[in-house]
Every structure is written in C-alpha cells, then in structure tokens.
C-alpha cells in the first residue's frame, strides 16, 4: 500500500501586500515564519520540497530548507500563483465576485490546467511505499488542495484562506480516499506572527 503525506505550506508575509507583484520579497516577520517552519519540519524524513517560481515562495523555501540540509529543493510552475478554477461567479457573494472578474481570460485557461498537473502531480497516492514531500505555494493552490481532499464542491475553494507559513496535511492512501490531517496549523510560530496573510477582522 503506498501513502503520500504532502505537506503544504503558505509563503512567509511578503514585503508591499496591498500591491501583488511577482518580486515581492519576505519581510523580516515573513523571514522569521519561514525559518520557523523550517524547525517545525526539521525531523521529518521529507523527500523534496517544491516551492512556487515568485520571489516570496522561493525565498520562503530557501529559508525552510535551511533546517533540512540533503533534502533537494525544486522550484516548479505547478506550485505557482495560480487561478485554480474558472469559477462561476453567479450567486457569489460580491466580493468573491470581484476576485474572479479581476482574472484575464488567459488566466482563465491557463489557472485551472496548471492547477489539474499540480492535482496530478501532488495528491495522488504512490504505487507503494510512503512519500513525504512539501511544497511552497500560494493560498490558492492550498484551498484547492483542500477541497479536493474533502470532495467539496469546485466553488468551495473560495473562502478558505491560508495564513503566511501556516502547515496544511494531507494524506493519501492507495487503500481509500484523502484524509485531511491538518489544516493552518501555525502551532511554530508565536502569537505575534500568527494571522498574517488572513483578512484583518478574522485576526486574533
């Protein structure tokens, strides 16, 4: 029976929020996240971590593998900043109504194949044997990830918000469907790096 643990973590708090931009850095409570989780893995027997192309992931995962050393890094477009699902907007609340209609029609398109080789590529179960792996990425793909987990429907990644350097888990097993085994665990970081990442009124 093979199983897949993935763990699936969100870039560090990047410099310029309010201004998305593909050369946005960490800031320093975003440096301080990664090297944080970098700790929180740091004994696990992780096979590889993939991280994202944008600046903030790799720089996010550069600071993580810091704690794992002989554990290969990859950059790969499939843990990229991406538009999962052409979601209908019709009976969205307004704001997530907004968020969709700010997506080219490229983006569209290209979103959701990427996203469907991440699918391929990260949740699925191996032959034999266990697979741990983590990946880099954006608060998109994670929601996605998620739903697709739960089988929820497509719509349902829409609201699922991931806070920066928090710890999502899921496994997979040959044996039977995906279990969600954590989900924004940020239980590395201390009370004031927590909630980055996640709409001001939901902070704590």
Known sequence: MGVRLLYLARHGEQEHAEVESPEAGLTARGRRQASLLGERLRDLPLRAVHH????????TAELVAGSLPGIPVYASELAGDHLPHDTDPAGLPASYANLLAGYSAAERVDGPRVTAAAVARFATAPADG?????????????AWLVRHALGAPERRWLGLNAH?????????????????????????????LRGTGLPADYRM
């Open 52 to 59: 994202g192309p944008l600046r903030r992931a790799t720089e």
């Open 130 to 142: 266990d697979v741990r792996e983590l990946v880099v990425t954006h608060s998109f793909l994670i």
């Open 164 to 192: 920066h350097a928090g710890l999502t888990v899921i496994r997979y097993s040959s044996a039977g469907p995906p279990s969600l085994i954590a989900f924004n665990d940020v239980a590395h970081l201390p009370p004031e």
